[in-house]
Each structure stands twice: as structure tokens, then as C-alpha cells.
């Protein structure tokens, strides 16, 4: 079976990051010209059944659009989240496995001095 290794690109993810950041404010912008210069802006088209049923088929796309813009939104503020926890928890790893040997062996130097005096050879019960 083939060596199976996963790479991860942390800079790669950054940037992924950073154009979700972009989308983001694309999506903001968005809702804020439906919320500012669109609401309320319904055409008058007079009081005839036909005008009526535009008018209201009108205001049922705009409020289908705030709801889509919203979610959108929604979708790339938890996309971004978790790119943020994923990159802090590769970096995290990658200095975990960037610690040199004198380092691992400090921290087990010190570990193994603390269990020295009260630990058995075997399984048998015997000291050494």
C-alpha cells in the first residue's frame, strides 16, 4: 500500500481565508443596498388585479432575495470560523512537530525523573 500522507497548505487556507473575507463584504454590501435602497421601493402600478398580484409577487421575491443574501452570509461567516480553527490547530501541530530533539528530550528527562523510585521492573511486582 502506498505511503498515505496528508499535506495541508497552511498559506493555501490563508488565503482561502482571505477571499472568503472578500465574499463576505461582497454579501454585506449586497444586503445593504436591498435593506436601504430597496425596501419599501415597490412599483405602483396602480389598484387593477394584475397590478396587485405584481406588486405582491414583487415584495415575495425581495423578501426571497434577504433571505437567500442572509444565509449566504450565514454559510460564509461559519465557513470562515472554521478555516480559522483549522489553521490554528495545523499550526499548533506544525510546531508541535517543528520541536527539536533537545526539547523531547527535556520534557522526557523530566517526566522520567518523576516516576524514578517508585516503579516496578516487570509485571511481577518485583523492583529492579
Given at each position: 500500500?502506498?505511503?498515505?500522507k496528508t ?105 522520567s525523573a ?15
Amino acid at each position: 500500500m502506498a505511503d498515505e500522507k496528508t499535506i495541508v497548505d497552511v498559506l493555501s487556507l490563508e488565503g482561502f481565508r482571505s477571499t472568503l473575507d472578500a465574499r463576505l463584504d461582497e454579501a454585506q454590501s449586497a444586503l445593504t443596498n436591498l435593506t436601504e435602497l430597496l425596501q419599501g421601493n415597490n412599483p405602483r402600478l396602480g389598484s387593477l388585479p394584475d397590478a396587485d398580484y405584481i406588486t405582491g409577487r414583487y415584495q415575495t421575491l425581495y423578501d426571497e432575495h434577504l433571505d437567500r443574501v442572509a444565509g449566504l452570509m450565514h454559510g460564509l461567516t461559519a465557513t470562515q470560523e472554521a478555516m480559522t480553527r483549522i489553521i490554528e490547530n495545523y499550526k499548533t501541530t506544525e510546531e508541535r512537530l517543528a520541536a527539536d530533539a533537545s526539547d523531547i528530550s527535556d520534557v522526557i528527562d523530566g517526566s522520567s525523573a518523576s516516576s524514578v523510585g517508585g516503579g516496578t521492573s516487570g509485571g511481577d511486582g518485583t523492583h529492579a
